[in-house]
């Protein structure tokens, strides 16, 4: 037998424990072409919140009550007849939020054994902050660069990433100030605008005198606008994410703006929406990347983690009233 993390009711406002049911069914035998997978480690994301709505206007089907919830995970292959997969192989697929996932052999991408001394590594959200600052917003050296949601599992890798196309300067936004103190601290932010303590855009303006060359926005809404209004000419603009929309509480969403379009115009600013779905050739990239920065020191994996599968709800629930700095991690 082994557990699973059902969806129990759809949400009417914020995450909570009695939105998920923990239940024990038999482990699954695999056929032929499929391989069985005892899971070390998952993932949680503030989509998986967007995705327990019924309609969502996310690119992915939403959870369905009484099923398992999914997501990234990676654990060691039990047993794969008929393919090339072999028993204690490290692979990465999405059938998170149970101990043990069966799925087709083209759904399980082995871990290039070595690559990475950390499994939980594998499950970092950095193909995604590398094509945000590569693709999206095209950091260039000696450009400022702001990153909303600076703290978040994207945002605390863009801002290292960035460091490393060149940015002279990179300015980073949160909700408290012991997380915009810790990406000063720890994360080679030089600045840090905090939600709350102020008009964003006054905030941003004395972070960024002379202008915002480059963004790597995850949230939206306010964020974003004063992003737009400290933009300098020729500035590119990353849409990576909307946490705004996507944590928004009783259907009220506040990551939409009005756009200055004649502003935009005759500053000749570029905003590009970017999902990763697009970019998928970026992962075994990143891959390399991580793990020669984990190496050398030159990137580091900020995350929280926590231990059994019954606290994957709990994770869920801290990571949206944003309690933790990085990737949340469930070890199983």
Known sequence: MHREVRLAARPKGPVADELFEIVEVPVPEPGPGQVLVRNTHMAVAAVMRTLMDEITDVP???FEIGAPLNGPAVGAVVAAPGTDLAPGDLVEHRLGWREYAL????AAHRVEPGLRSDPAACLSQGPTALMGIERGAEVRPGDTVFVTGAAGGVGSLAGQIARQFGA???IGSTGSRQKADR?????????????????????LRRAAPEGI???FDNVGGEQLA???????RGARVAIVGALAGQLSVNGTSTSRIELDTLSLLSRSI???????????????????RFAEGLRTGTLTFPHSRLRGIDQAPRALRELTEGRHLGAVIVEL
């Open 60 to 62: 992915m089907p939403p």
């Open 103 to 106: 799925l087709d052999a083209d």
């Open 168 to 170: 002279t300067r990179v």
């Open 183 to 203: 990406l000063m601290g720890e994360l080679g932010y030089d600045a840090v605008v905090i939600r709350g303590a102020g008009p964003i855009e006054e905030q």
């Open 213 to 215: 060359d480059a963004v």
């Open 226 to 232: 004063a992003a737009l209004a400290v933009a300098n």
């Open 270 to 288: 570029t905003l590009r929406g970017i999902a990763l779905y697009d970019h998928l050739d970026l992962v075994p990239q990143w891959n390399r």
